[in-house]
């Protein structure tokens, strides 16, 4: 993948920005719950659209601490646990109370996120909606999977202050090789100044 085409990464402002937007329009709660899942768990958007209700809740059914992310849901045999980011946790809560309400619904096996029409949605609908939403912000060079990749250079900058590694990132990313992962991570020029 060139440089030149790899989607932008995401400030934390703009993320918090982002998340503010999506929240005002239709089925905000939705909405923020994909934004989410792209920057604080790191999913596609095949992954997000895939999403089951019971790869993130217990046997009560709880939201759990993890994403127990199949191989079905995920782009190949990528299928992972990832830790859930408290704030994507609280979220998934209060879509799972919305989404109970609904006719038809089974924990069990019914889809994270569902449209009005259906009772799930496609991974090109999930690209869609970024990519309004992006254009609406404009958020120029940005795409679905921005998110993507600002969840893994956040990893990538914080996960040596917790005692791991890039090969942990891998994991979390479901990426084959630590080459893929590194080609995701967007370089710091503060960072190398100071270290320099």
Same mark, same amino acid.
């Given at each position: 993948?060139?440089?030149?085409?790899?989607?932008?990464?995401?400030?934390k402002?703009?993320?918090d920005?982002?998340?503010?937007?999506?929240?005002t329009?239709?089925?905000?709660?939705?909405?923020?719950?994909?934004?989410?899942?792209?920057?604080?768990?790191g999913?596609?958007?095949?992954?997000?659209?895939?999403?089951?209700?019971a790869?993130?809740?217990?046997?009560?059914?709880?939201?759990?601490?993890?994403?127990?992310?199949?191989?079905?849901?995920?782009?190949?045999?990528?299928?992972?646990?990832?830790?859930?980011?408290?704030?994507?946790?609280?979220?998934?809560?209060?879509?799972?109370e919305?989404?109970?309400?609904r006719h038809?619904?089974?924990?069990?096996t019914?889809?994270?996120?569902?449209?009005?029409?259906?009772?799930?949605?496609?991974?090109?609908?999930?690209?869609?909606?970024? +990519?309004?939403?992006? @254009?609406d912000?404009?958020l120029?060079g940005?795409? /679905?999977? $921005?998110? &993507? %990749?600002?969840?893994?250079?956040?990893a990538?900058?914080?996960?040596?202050?917790?005692?791991?590694?890039?090969r942990?990132?891998?994991?979390?990313?479901?990426? +084959?090789?630590?080459? @893929?992962?590194?080609?995701y991570i967007?370089?710091? /020029?503060? $960072?190398? &100044? %100071?270290?320099?």
């Amino acid at each position: 993948m060139a440089l030149s085409k790899q989607a932008k990464i995401l400030s934390k402002k703009q993320v918090d920005s982002l998340l503010w937007y999506v929240r005002t329009l239709r089925n905000g709660l939705r909405n923020q719950t994909i934004v989410l899942l792209s920057v604080r768990a790191g999913l596609r958007a095949k992954e997000i659209a895939g999403l089951k209700w019971a790869m993130i809740t217990d046997a009560e059914g709880n939201i759990s601490d993890s994403i127990h992310l199949t191989d079905e849901a995920s782009k190949g045999r990528s299928g992972r646990i990832i830790p859930l980011n408290m704030k994507l946790r609280h979220q998934l809560e209060d879509l799972l109370e919305q989404e109970a309400q609904r006719h038809q619904f089974d924990v069990g096996t019914s889809y994270v996120i569902s449209t009005e029409r259906a009772g799930k949605t496609s991974a090109q609908a999930i690209v869609n909606m970024f +990519s309004a939403w992006y @254009v609406d912000m404009g958020l120029m060079g940005c795409s /679905s999977h $921005s998110g &993507r %990749r600002t969840f893994i250079t956040n990893a990538a900058r914080q996960i040596t202050t917790v005692g791991g590694s890039l090969r942990d990132v891998q994991m979390l990313a479901g990426h +084959s090789s630590l080459a @893929v992962t590194q080609r995701y991570i967007e370089a710091d /020029s503060d $960072s190398q &100044r %100071r270290v320099v």
